[in-house]
């Protein structure tokens, strides 16, 4: 059974940066596309960014674009999201996530991915 465990949250200053990692077990990681989500108390899990098997293309959500980079290394088997000019809107518990398919991006709704780390908590203060 894949395991996937992220690293990297804390609490940082708004306009500061944090960088997640999750490193996956398995020797699928570089088949599949991987993704980020995140969730606040009391609201549902929100799509942050995804990256397809090979990391030639990437996709964010609205409230992040231009502030936050999903990367992969494959040889690690590690996804990292590089968070920059975080906000206090973005303070949440950030969990990184598996495709179902291998070799298939399409939409990134929760339901999509059947794999789902532990979660890793990021409080931005203002």
Request: glycine share 14%; proline share 2%; charged share 15%.
């Amino acid at each position: 059974q894949v395991e996937l465990v992220e690293s990297g949250g804390g609490q940082v200053q708004a306009g500061g940066s944090l960088r997640l990692s999750c490193v996956v077990s398995g020797r699928t990681f570089k088949d599949y596309t991987m993704g980020w989500f995140r969730q606040a108390p009391g609201k549902e899990r929100e799509f942050v960014a995804g990256i397809i098997w090979t990391g030639g293309n990437t996709h964010y959500g609205d409230s992040v674009k231009g502030r936050f980079t999903i990367t992969r290394n494959n040889a690690k088997n590690t996804l990292y999201l590089q968070m920059n000019s975080l906000k206090s809107e973005d303070t949440a518990v950030y969990y990184c996530a598996k495709y179902r398919v291998a070799y298939y991006s399409g939409t990134y709704q929760p339901a999509d991915f059947g794999s789902w780390g532990q979660g890793t908590q990021v409080t931005v203060s203002s």
